[in-house]
């Protein structure tokens, strides 16, 4: 890469009174890259999934460059964001309550063994416990906030501080991640100007109280409350391996502050998260008024990926197809 400028912020820095002094809660860790030459006229923003970190999109830790180089390498001025309790925003109960269990390499292996397993194989490892690849991915792993609520709360008021100090952007986010895209484009829908979802968090409602996320967004007409979203259940295709799912029941309420947003929704051919996001997220945001363009990387002609694309042998592949997308949709 070669930069005109890199460095760090935080936003979002509370102050909470504890019995032992003033201590600093909630923030969230940035980390930018800009180019030497910058030809994109929009920045991107990285969030990462699950218990993880931004270095999800610095590569393996192999040395070899991940998503945040090509973006850079691509002109793109480059955010990678902690979310507030990970990484480089640390985490203390004291300051976000008590913590969910640690990650465990069981609870990602299926993902990197579908990789590992897939024709063509998209993983060097075995994907299981034991492969030096996965303990690299696991030490940057940490645990997540127990309260959802409060957490995707914190993502809402965090990127939108975000994006009123760099401007208009692109937002990309990942598995857990997902729901940053969301709030965050209810909070600021005129400076997310585009959004790539890869693999995020659902089904709708359950957890995801309030559809895809578990903090407040703006329906039209309006909710106070999320029970106030009624829902009907759906039966998937017989032999499709999706269990009954939610929509909203009709008339369905709209995600005003989305609807005009363009929406990518990125799955892996080999991916176990299928039956988790394809189709109930889809058909949700539609549903909800928004526009989405759902791309399987197999109908791409690109195999075997799993749900840790960003990290996998081909992702400068995966990459090239979701630079494209937002080549076609992204206006500042």
Known sequence: MRLKDQGFFWVGVDRKKTD?????????????LIPANVTQPLPIVLVHGGGGQGTHYMGTGSGQPGWAHFFVQQGYRTYIVDRPGHGRAPYHPDALGP????????????????????????????????????????????????????????????????????GPAIVLVHSAGGPFAWVVADQRPTLVKAIVAVEPAGPPFGALTWGLSSSPVTYDPPVSDPKQLATRDVTPPAGSGLPTYKLQADPPRKLKNLAGIPISFVLGESSPRHKLTDPPSVEFLRQAGCNVDFIRLEERGIRGNSHFMMLETNRREVFDVIHAWIASKARA
Do not use: K
Not at 131 to 136: K, Y
């Open 20 to 32: 032992y002094g003033t201590i600093a809660s909630g923030q969230m860790y940035v980390q930018y």
């Open 99 to 166: 913590p969910a269990p640690v990650p465990t390499i069981e609870g990602v292996q299926a993902d990197f063994a579908a990789a590992a397993s897939a024709s063509p194989p998209r993983w060097n490892g075995n994907g299981r416990v034991g492969d030096p690849l996965v303990d690299e991915f696991q030490a940057g792993q940490n645990a997540t906030l127990q309260d959802q609520a409060m957490a995707h709360a914190l993502w809402a008021s965090r990127g939108a501080e975000l994006l009123d100090r760099i």
